[in-house]
């Protein structure tokens, strides 16, 4: 089992920026894949940003340039740093882990942070 701590949700005004974090906790395998993903009200959720254990990282194209995520494989954590925040950016953001052993791969959900964006 995994279980996915988030911090740094919050309000915060158009062009200001947010540092999202999640660390993740017990089975961990060394490959595997962590990100975000959000869900605005009466929408889809939808990815944002991932990262593999390689460093290799994929974004939607609504953030690319505007979002960058890392990550601390030491700590098991990742960020999302998220700069010139726009009002439809406002959403839960839920951290997503994806650990893979061999044929197996297993998913995991935090429990969602609240991100609003004032006009």
């Known amino acids: 089992q995994v279980q996915l701590v988030e911090s740094g949700g919050g309000l915060v005004q158009a062009g200001g920026s947010l540092r999202l974090s999640c660390a993740a906790s017990?089975?961990?395998?060394?490959?595997?894949?962590m990100g975000w993903y959000r869900q605005a009200p009466g929408e889809q959720r939808e990815l944002v940003a991932v990262?593999?254990?390689?460093?290799?990282?994929n974004y939607a194209d609504s953030v690319k340039g505007r979002f960058t995520i890392s990550r601390d494989n030491a700590k098991n954590t990742v960020y999302l740093q998220m700069n010139s925040l726009k009002p439809e950016d406002t959403a839960v953001y839920y951290c997503?882990?994806?650990?893979?052993?061999?044929?197996?791969?297993?998913?995991?959900w935090g429990q969602g942070t609240q991100v609003t964006v004032s006009s």
């Open positions: 997503n882990v994806e650990t893979y052993f061999y044929d197996l791969t297993s998913e995991y």
């Open positions: 990262i593999t254990s390689s460093g290799s990282t």
């Open positions: 017990g089975s961990i395998f060394s490959r595997n894949r």
